[in-house]
């Protein structure tokens, strides 16, 4: 077996690498994006003879979600075109790929958990183009695995978590939106699935959701990283329409994990209790 990582690094990039050197996994590489540009095929195909891998994760992505409505031409690039080269380039070279996905793809206007074959509407550009990268991904390769996962965050990159204790430290009060509901996923947990799933050596192909457990609002997230990392401020719940942003987002996208964890018995952390674990390692 022999993983390569696209997108190194991005979050979910280095949140692979610290889980593989805590499981002592070491056939495993993370080029940065001048050996490993997924919209140059010409430069992945030489990575892919020299690399020789078994298994590919895919985390290269656009996802400036509300700068993405401006820059539709590089987002669907990167989120559709670089899926397409890597499925193609995975195809020749007979390797597996994990390509990973967003909630996004959903309208998210029904109160109801998601599930894998459930009508994707996107109702944003960058949603649409991950879902266009889904699709060549299906339609090119058979050996996929396709993780849709939501609200990453983790001690690594830009995320909501970060972005919440940033501005907490300097005001007093915070207007979060409290009436878009979904889950929170540590990248942590997301990036030990993934290494599960392939050292399971399982072949059940397809397309799967994995997020933490429980639901909540972004307004009762920012609640909880408040109280957990130990900050005071008064957030304020305030309704979508009181926080304009350029790109819709989804109102309800709580998706169903059965499936992911019956194929490879995952268990999955609840999302407050993962949320303690990277408050404390932000801490220290
Ligand atoms: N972040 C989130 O909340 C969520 C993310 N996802 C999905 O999870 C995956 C991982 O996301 P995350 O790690 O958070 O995202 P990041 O934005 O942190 O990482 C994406 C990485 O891809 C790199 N990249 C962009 N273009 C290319 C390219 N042409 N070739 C190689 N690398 C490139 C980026 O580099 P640079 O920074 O230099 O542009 C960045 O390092 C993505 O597929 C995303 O769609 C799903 C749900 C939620
Ligand atoms: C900073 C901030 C955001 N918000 C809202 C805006 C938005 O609805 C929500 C989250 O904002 P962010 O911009 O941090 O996150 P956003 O870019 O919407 O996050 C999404 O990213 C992509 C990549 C995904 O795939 C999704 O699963 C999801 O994680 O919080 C507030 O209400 N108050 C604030 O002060």
Redesign the pocket.
């Known amino acids: 077996m022999k993983i390569l990582v696209?997108?190194a690094?991005?979050?979910?990039?280095q949140c692979l690498k610290k889980v593989a050197a805590e499981r002592n996994i070491s056939n495993i590489s993370f080029p940065d994006?001048s050996k490993?540009?997924?919209?140059d095929t010409a430069l992945l195909q030489t990575l892919f003879t020299e690399e020789m891998p078994t298994h590919v994760i895919?985390?290269?992505?656009?996802?400036a979600v509300d700068k993405a409505e401006d820059d539709v031409e590089l987002c669907r690039k990167?989120?559709k075109d670089?899926a397409l080269n890597i499925a193609g380039l995975c195809k020749e070279n007979k390797a597996t790929l994990i390509h990973?996905?967003?909630?996004?793809v959903f309208k998210g206007d029904k109160p109801e958990l998601l599930k894998e074959d459930d009508l994707a509407e996107p109702i944003n550009i960058y949603g649409l183009t991950?879902l266009e990268g889904e699709q060549d991904v299906i339609n090119n390769l058979k050996e996929h695995f396709i993780l849709?996962?939501?609200?990453?965050?983790s001690e690594y990159?830009?995320?909501?978590v970060k972005t919440m204790l940033r501005l907490g430290a300097d005001r007093d009060v915070l207007n979060v939106i409290a009436d878009q509901i979904g889950t929170p996923?540590y990248?942590i947990d997301l990036a030990g699935a993934i290494l599960s799933i392939i050292e399971s050596g399982q072949k059940d192909y397809g397309v799967y959701h994995y997020s933490n457990e429980g639901v909540t609002s972004w307004y009762d997230f920012a609640v909880g990283i408040f109280e957990l990392g130990g900050t005071k401020i008064k957030v304020k719940p305030i309704s979508t329409s009181q926080y304009p942003t350029k790109a819709i987002r989804p109102k309800f996208s709580v998706m169903d994990k059965t499936k992911i964890k019956s194929t490879f018995g995952l268990e999955i952390p609840y999302w407050r209790d993962s949320l303690q674990v990277c408050i404390a390692r932000l801490k220290y």
């Open positions: 696209l997108g690094s991005g979050q979910l990039g994006e490993a540009n997924i919209l895919n985390c290269a992505a656009y996802t990167i989120n670089g990973v996905s967003t909630d996004f991950k849709r996962t939501s609200w990453l965050y990159a830009n995320n909501f996923t990248a």
